[in-house]
């Protein structure tokens, strides 16, 4: 099957600063989306970007497909960023493959 | 998010114990989804159902039986569980298969004794 992986593992930062996490995937995919779960588990949505790239904020996402990557920038870090980040890419099984995550700890 | 509602959020069952996970979503959604996030492993895919009908088993043991009576409600049936099936138990949806974004529940964190 498909392998996602996911750069660095754990990540610290001071508050303001930026950050770029990096998802490599081992095939083609029609469906990248990146997550934020929160300290009580809760996946929240980020981008579902399949390629190209987009905005939300503080938070941009890029997907180079025919390169097999994807990067989440976060600009001016919050505490509030703090968790762990997924990437997670469906190749056609009609069902997400997630990475194993990037630990983000925002220090004030 | 509130669109995918999951009960319990917390549960702790014996090894000889029948529980069940509900799932229900209200984004008027045809797809859903059960995945398993075990302690420092990726989430995976257990199950998924379109239309109702389940399109993918991903080699999950029959101690947990899932059960769609419709699209917007989603059951996980536990029995006879181990004490490494403890887990958090993640339910999402999608207006479809495929190229469609997955939306996520807050999850069952389950503690098998």
């Known amino acids: 099957g498909i392998q996602v992986e996911q750069s660095p593992p754990d990540l610290i930062l001071q508050e303001g600063a930026n950050s770029t996490l990096r998802c490599n995937f081992s095939d083609s995919v029609n469906n990248l989306q990146w997550f934020h779960q929160n300290p009580w588990g809760q996946l929240i949505n980020l981008f579902y970007?399949?390629?190209g790239t987009k905005q939300n904020g503080r938070l941009s996402a890029t997907t180079v497909a025919t390169e097999r990557y994807s990067l989440l920038y976060i600009s001016s870090s919050q505490t509030t960023d703090s968790g762990v980040y997924f990437c997670a890419v469906d190749t056609g099984r009609r069902a997400l493959t997630f990475g194993s995550g990037t630990r983000l700890q925002v220090q004030p | 998010e509130t669109g995918v509602t999951q009960t319990p959020r917390h549960l702790v069952m014996g090894m000889t114990n029948k529980k069940s996970l509900k799932c229900e979503q209200h984004l008027g959604h045809n797809a859903m989804y059960w995945y398993k996030q075990s302690a420092k492993k990726p989430l995976e895919l257990m199950f998924v159902?379109?239309?109702?009908?389940?399109?993918e088993n991903n080699s999950v043991p029959s101690r947990f039986s899932p059960e769609c009576p419709n699209s917007s409600h989603l059951f996980l049936h536990l029995h006879t569980l181990q004490p490494e099936d403890s887990a958090l138990y993640l339910c999402?949806?999608?207006?479809?298969?495929?190229?469609?974004?997955?939306?996520f529940g807050p999850g069952t964190r389950l503690l098998v004794l």
């Open positions: 159902y379109n239309f109702k009908e389940q399109t």
């Open positions: 970007i399949p390629s």
């Open positions: 999402a949806s999608s207006p479809g298969l495929g190229f469609e974004t997955q939306y």
